[in-house]
């Protein structure tokens, strides 16, 4: 193999692409004699790309971490407009010297196949007109986080954001969760045409891309540059039967038990997230600091390099993780490609859910420290179906370790809680993701026909809740879902990873120890592999099937039915 020598330059200035387009244009024109020629353009190039991912991921986590200042979304914007769209070009130019070089077919075929079949699919794809759209798209994507971002409530004699206020749906009074519901549900409903407008012209231009790509539809287009190898749209189709025949019955009979054990019928949308029992909310820290310093003993104990991983990310500010006014809505994983450290972002207020949320994004953590070293940065990321994996895995995996922030009583709560969230986050993902296959599928539609489209929906895979007198905000849900509006389609590989995590677990409850040797092996492949073949180096299945889907949900609801 080629040295990974270090080729850009560290203080190479990023935001300027006068400063990046010698380096890129040096490339391009770079003479290709043999094998390991090209493989060292393949480095050198993915050497130049993480500098430019980094900075990237900088500008785009300072407009996160506070809508509204200015200077950062001035300098983000500066280089969504001014820098990318310079840059895609050149960058396709490299994808084809890179693709259809004399050479390529002489290059390692187990190290290199999975490189040169993505850029085969980016040269397939890349059109100079789609570079405009695609910045306005982004633009609007930050439109949108600036509206849901600066989304408080005063309620209880205070000014709350929006995750602050969950805290209330989980108080035993009853009166107290309806009326922090409605809070929440009329704040949203405020910017309901500013949100449906961002998306009506988001669809217009998604669709213009796909029309210029050479495509019906926008869910096609997706779909290829996703570079789904391993299964369809059809597939997905598939995926949605499977869970409506096997896993939205047991979430309506939970439904059912819920009402019974709150005496309450039928239940309303405020009744979800109450502890059946009358006991009160899961509370397992006060403040972020607590949070950390659980987490790396709850990873010091599990093993196998978790807790050494986990405490290099306390140092250099990867973590950002308390909730506050400005704040850009859920969380996520960043990795910083040049410098390859992690950066973890989130919305705590010291609720159950923000621990599984720390834990799930430790878990994207450990996979870009696991596959940190590889030198190619195409390499450092997976494909999202298995990354995923990884997160939801560590929701399961750290259960048996919660006892760093909860009681053992507490502790099966949380088993309880995670195990019942397999149908509800599996019916959720079918409802978004059917949702997207009819939206896209659909170009043209109205505002109407998307909320009739919307309801059907709720209807097939919704929870058994009556919405008498909140319609309105029922209709308006999907507002929440970040994703639909800056990453289409990016859901579906929620509900394949959740069929990976469900294993995962399985297998740890034979053998923790050697599940976690699985989950690392699998992990640090990063994407160096087709995405079957991750599945199988952690130890799991890849299958989109119902025989699948059956099995899992036979394995979950014994554990429920027992408990």
């Avoid at 994507?141 to 600036?146: E, L």
């Avoid at 205070?158 to 209330?168: E, K």
């Avoid at 040797?517 to 992990?523: E, H, I, P, S, W």
Wanted: net charge negative; glycine share 6%; with cysteine.
């Amino acid at each position: 193999m080629a040295s990974p020598r270090p080729y850009a330059p560290s203080d190479l200035d990023a935001t300027s692409f006068a400063a990046l387009e010698p380096h890129y244009r040096e490339l391009l024109g770079r003479a290709i004699g043999s094998a390991d020629d090209l493989e060292q353009l393949i480095l050198d190039r993915s050497d130049l790309d993480a500098l430019v991912a980094e900075k990237s991921a900088n500008l785009y986590i300072a407009t996160t971490r506070n809508t509204e200042d200015k200077a950062a979304e001035a300098a983000y914007l500066g280089f969504v407009r001014d820098v990318e769209p310079k840059l895609k070009p050149l960058a396709s130019e490299l994808d084809r010297k890179i693709a259809t070089s004399a050479q390529a077919d002489a290059l390692p075929a187990a190290r290199y196949e999975v490189l040169l079949r993505a850029l085969r699919v980016d040269i397939e794809l890349f059109r100079e007109a789609n570079i405009p759209l695609e910045t306005e798209l982004a633009e609007l994507d930050q439109k949108y986080n600036q509206t849901i971002g600066r989304m408080t409530v005063e309620f209880e004699g205070q000014v709350r954001t929006m995750p602050q206020m969950a805290r209330f749906l989980e108080e035993n009074d009853r009166g107290l969760r309806e009326r922090a519901w409605k809070a929440i549900a009329a704040r949203r409903l405020q910017d309901r045409d500013a949100i449906d407008g961002i998306y009506d012209t988001m669809l217009g231009l998604r669709h213009r891309i796909a029309l210029n790509a050479g495509f019906d539809n926008f869910r096609d287009f997706q779909h290829r540059r996703f570079k789904r190898f391993d299964y369809t749209p059809a597939d997905c189709m598939k995926m949605h039967a499977a869970i409506e025949e096997h896993l939205v019955p047991i979430q309506r009979r939970l439904d059912a038990e819920r009402a019974r054990e709150l005496a309450t019928s039928p239940l309303r949308p405020w009744d979800l997230a109450v502890d059946v029992k009358g006991r009160k909310p899961l509370r397992p820290f006060e403040n972020a600091q607590q949070l950390i310093d659980g987490c790396s003993r709850m990873f010091h104990s599990m093993g196998g390099g978790l807790g050494d991983m986990f405490d290099t990310m306390r140092a250099g500010d990867c973590l950002d993780l308390e909730s506050r006014p400005g704040k850009a809505p859920g969380g996520y994983q960043y990795q910083r490609q040049y410098s390859r450290t992690p950066f973890i972002f989130m919305n705590a207020a010291g609720m159950h859910r923000d621990l599984v949320t720390m834990v799930h994004e430790a878990g994207h953590a450990f996979h870009s420290i696991l596959s940190k070293d590889d030198p190619l940065v195409d390499y450092r990321n997976s494909p999202t179906e298995f990354a995923e994996v990884a997160s939801m895995s560590m929701e399961l995996l750290t259960l048996p370790y919660h006892g760093e922030f909860y009681s053992e009583e507490e502790c099966r709560r949380a088993l309880r809680e995670r195990l019942e969230k397999f149908p509800t986050i599996m019916t959720w993902i079918a409802t978004i993701d059917a949702f997207q296959h009819w939206i896209y599928t659909n170009p043209g539609h109205t505002r109407t026909q998307r909320t009739e489209a919307w309801r059907a929906l709720m209807k097939r895979f919704g929870n058994d809740v009556a919405w008498d007198g909140c319609e309105d905000a029922r209709d308006a849900q999907w507002h929440r879902q970040l994703h639909l509006f800056g990453m289409p389609f990016y859901y579906i590989e929620y509900g394949i990873a959740e069929t990976g995590a469900i294993q995962m677990w399985l297998n740890a409850r034979r053998d923790q120890s050697r599940a976690l040797a699985d989950y690392r092996t699998g992990l640090a492949l990063g994407g160096s592999r087709p995405l079957p073949e991750l599945f199988r180096a952690a130890g799991l299945r890849f299958e989109l099937s119902s025989a699948l889907m059956k099995e899992l949900a036979t394995e979950v609801d014994r554990e429920l039915v027992a408990g």
